[in-house]
């Protein structure tokens, strides 16, 4: 069975955490951020569906929307652009949502800066 997502040493990795989801990106992919693109990272799942993780930028505000399907982060561009500044740096860019019951969902954006064979 062939896959209709092609993995590629520029997918972003989503890691999910209680209370934090982490976005980690190549630079190429920041790159792409950069110049208005969004970055998409899917999966096929069982019985045949699909989850797909969706990272774009925004003129204002930071976003966070998802469903069963997937979720869709947006970045404002100033932020993301100050952060591009400061590569190469471990420190990543983050967000924090409120959630219901005063928790917080912690959100991060990382880039992997490291040089790949």
């Known amino acids: 069975m062939t896959s209709a ?5 520029h997918d972003m990795n989503v890691r999910f955490a209680a ?8 630079t190429t992919e920041l790159e792409q ?7 998409r990272l899917g ?3 069982p019985r045949l569906r699909r989850f797909e993780a969706m990272l774009s930028v925004s003129p204002i505000n930071w976003d ?17 652009e100050t952060f591009a500044a400061t590569l190469p740096t471990k420190d990543g860019l983050s967000h ?11 959100l991060r954006l990382e880039v992997d800066v490291r040089k790949r064979r």
């Open 5 to 9: 997502w092609k993995k590629t040493s």
């Open 19 to 26: 209370g934090e989801i982490r976005l980690r990106i190549s």
């Open 33 to 39: 951020l950069l110049a208005g693109r969004k970055v």
């Open 43 to 45: 999966m096929a799942l």
């Open 64 to 80: 966070l929307a998802s469903d069963p399907t997937g979720l869709w982060v947006t970045v404002p561009r100033s932020d993301l």
């Open 96 to 106: 924090e949502f409120s959630l219901e019951a005063g928790e917080v969902l912690r």
